[in-house]
């Protein structure tokens, strides 16, 4: 046994096991785990965007090499497209999804949860509680991966990335391949009835028969059902302590529900479980209450703390708890983007107070929050080009705000789009040459040809500015100029991300 943090801990495992191939995109809670990979000494492809990532991940699984995919929750919307197939058409070598979920939404634009997308895909989700259990899943959903030919989603947070514990050394004991004429051999929806009467109930059975789930029980009318991380937090007698979240052992849940009144569900971070847990109740006719996330015996939203959970059985509950901090966190103030600070002045100098301004999800979501305020919308990244398109249907020259990195990642078809549907935009792309928020070890792809990429979306004009050495009133006669004139304008403004600088 070896002391390491749950990064460390996926790092070795899958190093040991033989994983060819890491691709994925930065941003928490995988960009520490990405270096992670990368210093370990596997290979490691950082990509331009999520779908990117995936497909090259099912390339190398055809053509018989494990492969790992590692991106935030909201990559999984990106990569949701070649995932839900996949499903269906069958893969070669285990493929991995590390779906990274931001409980309290503290680096993200929103506090989605990944496991609906195994409900949603009919694909398995793993919910590992600490290091060594996450290494022992991460073999065992290779495992399955390769004997079923579907890829298997584990979700991850960062508290159990940065937990440590004891982990041993596991083998994953089955080789994939690639039948061709599992896709070929059927027609769409006779794929659907292969997976259904071959596949499921096999992964159905493997599911009940797993070690990675967890059982202590002990005479009480109480107990407690929980997944992932927040699993070491529940101290309760009557503890079942679950590995995957879909599908359920549900012949388990039943011997463990049938001699209890009343169960409590700690989850992270919707209340998937729990929904769940009431409708196996309903179903198997059972006496038991259900308690959790939907009740308010704990919180509706944002990460669980130990004390919640304490006083969760006993607690008087709020209905639907909500309550939160009235407070922009620590995150958010500390975002190294200062160095186009002149830039956000001269818009708000130049700019009327209606004016409607989309922005990334970068760092210029700080000028939502904070004066000067200029920016109205963030929702994507890669997004504000074409939100600025259609905010130019009332009348007024949309300006998009877009950083270098989201650019590359989906803002690139944006621009091409506006070009060819002429639409009246002002695009302007802050060029740091880093992902500021969420740097590591490796660079962008294509992040130094930002200029070449946009030159060949052929927009009416394209201009170059460094922020930090252009007078105040340069860069407010610049924006002047370009918002009177009609057609796609892009400014390409340079400026040192404070990463960079050290």
């Not at 190093?15 to 990979?37: H, I, K």
């Not at 004991?173 to 596949?199: A, C, M, S, V």
């Not at 039943?254 to 769940?276: D, G, Q």
Request: hydrophobic share 40%; aromatic share 4%.
């Amino acid at each position: 046994m070896r002391n390491l943090t749950g990064e460390e801990a996926l790092a070795q495992i899958l190093r040991e096991n033989s994983v060819a191939l890491m691709t994925g995109v930065y941003g928490d809670p995988c960009t520490s785990l990405l270096d992670q990979f990368y210093k370990d000494g596997l290979n490691v492809e950082i990509s331009a965007e999520e779908k990117i990532a995936l497909a090259q991940a099912l390339g190398a699984s055809v053509a018989g090499k494990r492969s790992v995919v590692a991106v935030k929750q909201v990559g999984m919307n990106v990569l949701a497209d070649p995932l839900a197939t996949a499903a269906t058409h069958s893969i070669g070598a285990g493929l991995l999804i590390l779906a990274g979920d931001d409980p309290g939404a503290e680096k993200s634009q929103d506090e989605q949860d990944s496991r609906w997308f195994g409900k949603l895909m009919g694909l398995p989700v793993m919910t590992p509680r600490d290091p060594d259990h996450l290494a022992r899943s991460a073999v065992e959903a290779l495992e399955i991966s390769e004997k079923l030919a579907i890829p298997v989603i584990i979700q991850i947070t960062g508290r159990l990335l940065k937990s440590s514990s004891s982990v041993g050394i596991y083998q994953a004991k089955t080789n994939g391949k690639f039948d061709r004429t599992r896709p070929w051999g059927r027609l769409i929806l006779e794929r659907y009835k292969y997976l259904h009467e071959q596949i499921y109930p096999k992964l159905y059975q493997h599911v009940e028969d797993s070690p990675t789930h967890s059982v202590s029980k002990v005479k009480s009318r109480d107990g407690a059902i929980s997944c992932g991380y927040v699993s070491t937090l529940v101290e309760h007698e009557n503890h079942f302590e679950l590995g995957y979240v879909h599908p359920l052992p549900e012949r388990k849940l039943v011997e463990f529900l049938k001699e209890i009144n009343r169960v409590l569900v700690v989850e992270e971070i919707n209340p998937l479980v729990e929904e769940s847990i009431n409708a196996i109740i309903g179903k198997h006719h059972l006496k038991c209450d259900v308690i959790g996330r939907l009740t308010g015996h704990l919180p509706r939203i944002g990460k669980l703390e130990k004390a919640q959970i304490d006083q969760a059985l006993t607690r008087t509950p709020k209905g639907l708890d909500t309550d939160v901090k009235p407070s922009i966190g620590s995150s958010i103030l500390q975002l190294p983007c200062g160095g186009f600070e002149p830039l956000y002045q001269a818009l708000d100098e130049v700019l009327p107070d209606d004016y409607l301004v989309a922005g990334d999800v970068g760092c210029n979501i700080l000028h939502g929050y904070f004066p000067p305020i200029v920016v109205d919308t963030a929702y994507a990244l890669g997004t504000p080009i074409s939100t600025a398109a259609g905010m130019s249907l009332a009348g007024k020259k949309g300006i998009a705000i877009i950083g270098d990195t989201g650019f590359i990642h989906s803002g690139l078809t944006g621009l091409l789009n506006a070009v060819e549907l002429k639409h009246n935009v002002l695009v302007i792309v802050l060029h740091n040459k880093i992902s500021a928020m969420t740097p590591g070890a490796q660079g962008i792809p294509g992040i130094e040809r930002i200029r070449t990429l946009i030159e060949a979306c052929r927009p009416t004009a394209i201009d170059e500015i460094h922020v930090q050495k252009a007078k105040p009133e340069e860069l407010q006669t610049l924006l002047k100029k370009r918002l009177g004139e009609k057609g796609v304008h892009v400014i390409i403004a340079h400026a040192p991300a404070q990463k960079l600088q050290g």
